[in-house]
């Protein structure tokens, strides 16, 4: 058995030049759609590799020697635990499979090495949409096929050599034609209600709004601008100054942080005097906690609602969601306070803040149970002139809110917020902080809000005996255009170039595409594919309705293709096709051919015909008759040549 299989590895049909570099391109269009994810050392190391395999067959054609490949083998995975701490998961499975096809390289010598190498090579690409399944990164995806495509065909025997230009256009054809039955296969392929296979979720952090706030853990969020959820509102949206979206209500503060805590009860009473229904496409935030427009009147079904109507869904959302709600704008909520709570909404921690605290309780005593007067002072203090918005402000030490009130007096949202939360618990009054969206950008061609990551913010809650939680926003104070405007307009010179206005425009538009791409790729799941054939009457469709559509749909493009092909090898004589396509154009100055007319007569006849273009004329017929009749199979450079001539050929009429 060993012997055949030597026998059968010297006798492979060894690679040649153009195969192994379409190949090189092949593995190299791989690992940059991975760039992004690997390691700078990692991807250092595999540019290096994959660099130094192509110059040295150049020069030296043959395998990598074993005592190379082993060792190189044996520190990839070393390197890969070191760094991922497995060789599992979305990040280390894609890194091994990246660094192993690089490896492959080494060792590829003939065209079987170049089958193996590329078939991997298109797994590895796909697992590029484990990251991101984006309609840009999808389409450099199918991009990426190209050269894949372009070394098989490379690899079939016997095969002219032909321009690289002449090597891709075929396989562009090949992919526009599969285009069709990838949209059908697409569309009619039964889709599971969960994946039968996926990668374990990624180890990092990743960005969005947190259980747990203290100050400057927002500012990395601010200066995210990517989309964090679209809402399309039944009817007219409200205006920018009421656009917030409730997340997490946050009660416990330790001196340092506010953190949410939820624990069982029922949601706290609301009397709501004017409702809004909307519908949020929620991104993938890795979070449990489902946004909502100020005080949601009853959870969707993906969430329920928690003790502060807050939603929550039972598992992080991970993929995009889309879900229906109504919230109410005007309300009553929570009228009544049970003593609970009420101690809940007054705790502060022991031995911090004292200069805040002190002044909290000056205010008391001025205003006694004014609840109004004290809130007033607040907003007055933060709309003094003294403090100043900005998102990289100066550290605080360990009684944080002091140094900010009396002390830095810069900040943004969560140290407002944080602030006046805790002078108004020294103050007597019930108060909690509250996180998660206001404002966003109103994109009037796909008529919904697009609300991005850098629209994160914190504000207040006071409770006001029979008004119940009232919001109040202390950043209001300071900046009242960042609630007018938008979180874009306080950033100031802190917003970079990729924050620009101009090219936020770009994006906000762009962003109308990436939507449609959302909702009619990513989001098209086995509930609305159950739905696919309602047009026609069919109500729900099973697994058996979409089995047969499949299958019918299958025998049409078989068909199709057949007859396709068919034609095509009544075509595939290349020398008869540029002979009628000289016909044709010699038909448009009226020299045309007759049915019993022979190519040397007929030719002659346009030579006669068109003086003025005799010699080209005699020069094609010449080059037809040694082509068709002087080789058993046309030399393939004089086809080409006759073939461009024709193509170059511009008959030209007679002025008589």
């Not at 026998?7 to 760039?35: K, M, W, Y």
Request: charged residues 20%; glycine residues 8%; proline residues 7%.
């Amino acid at each position: 058995m060993k012997f055949v299989l030597r026998r059968t590895g010297r006798h492979e049909q060894p690679l040649d030049n153009r195969a192994f570099d379409l190949l090189c391109v092949t593995i190299a269009s791989v690992f940059v759609l991975h760039i992004g994810h690997l390691p700078i050392w990692l991807s250092v190391v595999l540019a290096l590799l994959l660099g130094w395999r192509w110059w040295k067959r150049r020069e030296q054609p043959g395998r990598a020697p074993v005592y190379l490949k082993l060792p190189l083998l044996g520190l990839l995975a070393i390197a890969i635990i070191t760094s991922y701490g497995s060789l599992f998961g979305r990040e280390a499975g894609a890194a091994l499979a990246v660094g192993l096809l690089v490896l492959k390289l080494l060792e590829s010598e003939t065209a079987r090495d170049a089958r193996v190498g590329i078939a991997f090579a298109c797994f590895a690409l796909m697992t590029a949409l484990l990251f991101d399944q984006g309609m840009v990164i999808t389409f450099l995806v199918a991009l990426g096929l190209l050269p894949a495509l372009a070394a098989l065909r490379a690899l079939e025997p016997a095969r002219v050599p032909v321009s690289l230009k002449r090597e891709l256009l075929p396989v562009l054809t090949m992919l526009g034609l599969s285009l069709p039955l990838a949209l059908f296969a697409f569309v009619a392929v039964p889709r599971l209600s969960s994946p039968l296979w996926g990668a374990p979720p990624s180890s990092q952090a990743r960005t969005g709004l947190s259980d747990r706030m203290s100050p400057g853990d927002f500012a990395d969020l601010l200066t995210d601008d990517r989309p964090a959820m679209r809402v399309s509102f039944d009817g007219t949206p409200p205006p920018n100054s009421a656009r917030y979206f409730r997340a997490y209500v946050m009660w416990r503060y330790d001196g340092r942080s506010w953190a949410y805590a939820d624990y069982p009860r029922e949601p706290a009473s609301l009397v709501a005097e004017r409702t809004i229904k909307y519908q949020i496409s929620l991104e993938p935030s890795g979070q449990t906690v489902l946004p909502a427009m100020d005080v949601p009147v009853e959870a969707p079904p993906q969430g329920q609602l928690g003790g502060d109507r807050e939603v929550v869904a039972s598992r992080p959302v991970n993929d995009a969601l889309t879900y229906s709600m109504e919230s109410a704008l005007t309300y009553r909520l929570q009228p009544v306070l049970d003593d609970r709570s009420r101690r809940r909404a007054l705790q502060l921690p022991d031995g911090f803040n004292p200069k805040t605290i002190a002044l909290a309780q000056s205010w008391r005593q001025r205003h006694g149970d004014d609840t109004n007067a004290i809130v007033r002072e607040a907003l007055t203090l933060f709309h003094n002139g003294v403090f100043r918005y900005t998102l990289a402000p100066s550290p605080l030490g360990r009684d944080a809110m002091d140094d900010f009130l009396f002390s830095t007096h810069e900040g943004f949202c969560e140290h407002y917020a944080s602030a006046f939360t805790i002078l108004m618990r020294a103050a007597g009054i019930p108060a909690r902080v509250v996180t998660g969206y206001q404002g966003g950008y109103w994109n009037g061609l796909g008529n919904y809000l697009l609300v991005r990551q850098s629209d994160a913010h914190a504000w207040g809650e006071v409770w006001i005996a029979e008004r119940g939680w009232v919001r109040v926003d202390p950043t209001a104070a300071v900046r009242p255009d960042r609630v007018s405007l938008g979180a874009a307009a306080v950033a100031g010179d802190q917003g970079n170039w990729f924050g620009s206005e101009w090219l936020r425009d770009a994006r906000n538009h762009w962003d109308v595409v990436n939507r449609w791409w959302n909702q009619g790729v990513i989001g098209f799941s086995a509930l609305r594919q159950r739905g696919l054939l309602s047009p026609l009457g069919i109500a729900e469709t099973d697994a058996e309705k979409l089995g047969l559509l499949l299958a019918i749909g299958c025998v049409l493009f078989a068909m199709i293709g057949l007859v396709w092909a068919l034609w095509r090898q009544r075509e595939t004589d290349p020398l008869r096709a540029a002979m009628a396509r000289l016909e044709h154009k010699l038909a448009r100055v009226d020299v045309i051919r007759r049915h019993s007319e022979g190519p040397q007569h007929y030719l002659s006849r346009a030579a006669r015909a068109l003086p003025h273009q005799r010699d080209r004329l005699e020069q094609l017929m010449r080059s037809y008759l040694d082509l068709r009749y002087a080789h058993d199979e046309p030399p393939p450079e004089s086809l080409r040549a006759f073939r461009r001539a024709v193509r170059d050929f511009r008959p030209r009429r007679v002025v008589k």
